[in-house]
T-cell receptor, first 115, second 112 residues
Framework: GAGVSQSPSNKVTEKGKDVELRCDPI?????LYWYRQRLGQGLEFLIY????????KSGLPSDRFSAERTGESVSTLTIQRTQQEDSAVYLC?????????????FGEGSRLTVL | AQTVTQSQPEMSVQEAETVTLSCTYD???????LFWYKQPPSRQMILVIR??????QNATENRFSVNFQKAAKSFSLKISDSQLGDAAMYFC?????????FGPGTSLSVIP
């Protein structure tokens, strides 16, 4: 597609349920990022995929969070046993991934509300 | 670890006036990129301007320009002739070899 696509755009779930968020990056972009943005706050880095390299998971807040990416395509972010503090907008971004290329192209985000 | 700081949580500017948003960062790298991203209320983030650290010349994109002070690790954004459409959250960001780190953001209001 022309841009980064994320689904669902909105998700309401009950505490303790698992959720999956999907990101479809721009074709040809080898780098893919997940960020979390709580209401009125900045972007919190979660995980970074670059090609076939091992992902940088240093931002994942707990073992309830995991992410996968198939090759250089779709990525899913999974949150197990959701908690109310997981409520946020989850932003996905992709880039060409070459060193110093830099520009990130963002999706519109998935807004997660945990009741 | 690299960090990005934006000391102004909120700023306002009169329409047609000029405003400067501040950003400082901490790094031990010599080569890196710095960015300003804009997030309008619709929430999709877009790139405003980019600066390569090895370039001494400050980047400019139409009404947007930066003041890059490498030794001071400072990277401010100047918006000239502010327009109502400039109202948004502005995030300063840093990238060396891998992940992009964002600052906490500055909320800019434009007063008609």
């Amino acid at each position: 597609g022309a841009g980064v696509s994320q689904s669902p755009s909105n998700k309401v779930t009950e505490k303790g349920k698992d959720v999956e968020l999907r990101c479809d990056p721009i074709s040809g972009h080898t780098a893919l990022y997940w960020y979390r943005q709580r209401l009125g706050q900045g972007l919190e880095f979660l995980i970074y995929f670059q090609g076939n390299s091992a992902p940088d998971k240093s931002g994942l807040p707990s073992d309830r969070f995991s992410a996968e990416r198939t090759g250089e395509s779709v990525s899913t972010l999974t949150i197990q046993r959701t908690q109310q503090e997981d409520s946020a907008v989850y932003l996905c971004a992709s880039s060409l991934g070459n060193s110093f290329t830099g520009e990130l192209f963002f999706g519109e985000g998935s807004r997660l509300t945990v009741l | 670890a690299q960090t990005v700081t934006q000391s102004q949580p909120e700023m306002s500017v009169q329409e047609a006036e000029t405003v400067t948003l501040s950003c400082t960062y901490d790094t031990s790298e010599s080569d890196y990129y710095l960015f300003w991203y804009k997030q309008p209320p619709s929430r999709q983030m877009i790139l405003v301007i980019r600066q390569e650290a090895y370039k001494q010349q400050n980047a400019t994109e139409n009404r947007f320009s930066v003041n890059f002070q490498k030794a001071a690790k400072s990277f401010s954004l100047k918006i000239s002739d502010s327009q109502l459409g400039d109202a948004a959250m502005y995030f300063c960001a840093y990238q060396a070899y891998d992940k992009v780190i964002f600052g906490p953001g500055t909320s800019l209001s434009v007063i008609p």
